[in-house]
């Protein structure tokens, strides 16, 4: 008890940090999200839905390949060379790893393309061509986004990396709202095309403020390690095997089922994201200061941020929990309508696997930014192997129940296989460093 009360008062001085800032940040967008999903349900019904999230999570799932892990990469060594002093070495790092995601998206965009209008894809997984399309320049526009954005929480600005990253959505929300007003319907095309301006806006934004920061660092003529390269693989292969893994679900309930019950299932994955992105955004903040720790060879005070993270996610996570297992008829029915009740007992179920997410902490930036990613990507390659089968049995006998068991089998075995994981390579001790390097002092510590 003594102790649980001495973790509740240390993650209770978070609030005193820039850490509540970025929650109310990413609360406002969780809510707009929502409204946006609503609106749209409002609006255009389930069927559009149902075709703009095919197109959308499709253009995910090959811009989260086209940024190669490189994200988290820069995360990982800009951050921890900041904190060593070497900031010639985070110029080079940045430059070198924008250069390679640009050329990588712009041959996974143009691929993309040659698939959809050359090949039946599309018709077998019932999308609509023309949204799928123009889902392409988010291939071009998101992962350069990401790095950007990646770049901005390595040196320390996480609360406006927060912000680029929650305006695609804001500026969603606001041009459904405009079509509210105007009572004018809007087409999976349109809605597509929307979130994609919004998602190039961010990236400009974000590499301007990134850009003059780069450039007042010195220069360095010593050559990138080519290994850095490949050090973001197994990052990027974990966060796409993760997104294909929703993305086989949603296209398996598609093909298998009406566009109406394809959009309804989106919707309760929508509602369901409210508590991902609240849990993500803990992930997202303490990963540049996870890599510092480790950097500085200080997994113990990881462990501690962990603790404090993982406090913070839980006290998050429950009410809303609570509400989409108790109450899923109500919140779909009145608030969507009646077309969308039929994916309640999905929503309820997606929830019950966030929260054992949330219970767990922040894992994955533990052993990302430990340099652990390759033991990661063995359990997430275990938990697709789950998918797939639990996809096949379970989707053609059970629907969208079905799916959402298929989808939660995996989320409770990469969250339960990960701690195990975390709590055997990572020491909870100070550890020597390598080189006897300056450390600058974290002022939010």
Known sequence: MPRLNEQLRAAALQLRSPAILAYGITGFVAVASFLSTLMLARLSGAA?????????????????FSVLGLDRIIVR???????????????????????AVAIVSAVVALAYLAVLFLTPLNSRINGDKLAMGIAAASILVWPMQRLSRSALRAMGFQLKGQMLEAFPTIFFVGAVGVAVLLQTSLSAPIAVGIM????????????????????????????????????????????????????????AVSADASAAEAGAFRVAIQIVTIILTLISTTELYVAARLAGDFRAGRPDL??????????????????????????????????FGPEFVIAAPALAIMAGGQLVVALRG????????????????????????????????????????????????????????????????????????????????????
């Open 77 to 99: 060594e800009v951050a921890g060379d900041l904190r060593v002093g070497q900031d010639a070495n985070a110029r080079r790092i940045i430059r070198q790893l924008a250069r």
């Open 196 to 251: 994609v301006v919004g998602q190039l806006l961010a990236g400009l934004i974000a590499w301007a403020l990134v850009r003059p920061i780069v450039q007042a660092w010195p220069r360095t003529d010593v050559p990138m390690d080519p290994l850095l390269l490949r050090a973001g693989l197994p990052m990027m292969s974990n966060l796409f095997l993760q997104i294909f893994s929703d993305w086989i679900i949603l296209a």
């Open 302 to 335: 990881a462990w501690k941020r962990h603790r404090r993270a993982s406090i913070l996610m839980a006290a998050v996570a429950v009410p809303l929990v609570a509400i989409m297992i108790l109450v899923p008829e109500q919140l779909l029915g009145i608030a």
């Open 48 to 64: 559009v839905i149902g075709h703009y999230a095919l197109a959308m999570s499709t253009a995910h799932l090959l811009a989260s």
């Open 362 to 445: 922040p894992i994955g930036a533990m052993l990302s930014m430990s340099g652990n990613e390759p033991a990661q990507l063995k359990l997430t390659l275990a938990g697709f192997a789950l998918l797939l089968v639990l996809a096949y049995v379970l989707i053609p006998m059970y629907g969208l129940t079905g799916a959402a068991l298929a989808q939660v089998g995996p989320i409770l075995l990469r969250s339960v296989g990960g701690y195990v994981m975390a709590k055997r390579l990572i020491p909870n001790r100070p550890q020597p460093v390598a080189e006897a390097l300056p450390e600058r002092v974290d002022p939010a510590d």
